[in-house]
């Protein structure tokens, strides 16, 4: 029971503090709090945790099946790389217009906030790499073991740590706004600059890295052999976490 505890604590922590360095998914949760409603923020935050753990259900069951398909994701990326770039410059137009009221193309539509968190938040695959190797860390210190109960009680804690990071920034973003009183055209500047930003760094992490190497197995993994549950290979073998040599993979319990 500890264990499960200290196993859901981890998966939110991790996830809080993932969430907290300025992105495009985190400052979107803060316009929206500030031009629309904190309502409408807060369904956003829900389909951008729901995609999430998605995501990390794949990594941690499908990673096989991601590694033979990366042609999807690679495509996806330099997609986000052009999403990013277009809903930016759209903040900068905006941003550079007179009226008070003008909204950029990302919140200029009648698209449910929720739909809008899911989209958002699918159509960026980096969390895949991201929680493969907290996943593979975790297998390796033997907290996360390969079952159903443990998924489970990871995924809720990623879940948790998701949404109050969101939440930190919906109502201490909207906070900060008014506190600084400051103007729309502030604001569409500084989510300009994020989306930008980020598509500028997706590029060069797309051209450095590519998807196929950032899920390689990690020094606390085994690089060829893979665990089979239920007649399936789901996720690499994890080291036994012996301070030694760490050689011999952990013993892995029938789902």
């Known amino acids: 029971m500890v264990n499960l505890i200290v196993l859901f604590l981890a998966g939110l922590t991790i996830s809080f503090l993932g969430s907290l360095p300025l992105g495009t998914l985190n400052i979107t949760a803060m316009q929206i709090a500030v031009q629309e409603t904190v309502r409408k923020a807060l369904y956003y935050a829900l389909g951008v945790a729901l995609v999430e753990l998605i995501y990390v259900r794949l990594s941690l069951k499908g990673i096989d099946w991601i590694l033979a398909n990366q042609t999807i994701f690679y495509y996806m990326e330099w997609a986000t790389v052009v999403l990013f770039a277009v809903l930016g410059i759209s903040s900068l137009l905006t941003a550079r217009k007179k009226n008070s009221t003008a909204q950029p193309v990302l919140l200029n539509n009648r698209v449910n906030r929720f739909w809008l968190g899911i989209s958002m938040s699918a159509i960026n695959p980096v969390q895949i ?121 952990a013993r892995v319990n029938s789902v």
């Open 129 to 249: 790499p991201f929680w493969f190797l907290w996943s593979s860390y975790l297998f390796s210190t033997q907290l996360l073991q390969p079952d159903s109960l443990h998924f489970n009680v990871y995924t809720l804690g990623i879940a948790f740590g998701t949404i109050l990071g969101l939440l930190l920034f919906i109502f201490g973003g909207k906070w900060l706004v008014q506190r600084i009183n400051a103007s729309q055209r502030s604001i569409h500047l500084a989510v300009a600059i994020v989306f930008l930003l980020s598509a500028v760094l997706q590029l060069v992490r797309i051209l450095q890295k590519p998807m196929q190497d950032r899920l390689q197995p990690t020094t606390f993994l085994e690089q060829s052999r893979l665990v089979e549950i239920a007649g399936r290979s789901v996720f690499p073998a994890p080291f036994s976490g012996s301070h030694d040599a760490n050689k011999m993979p």
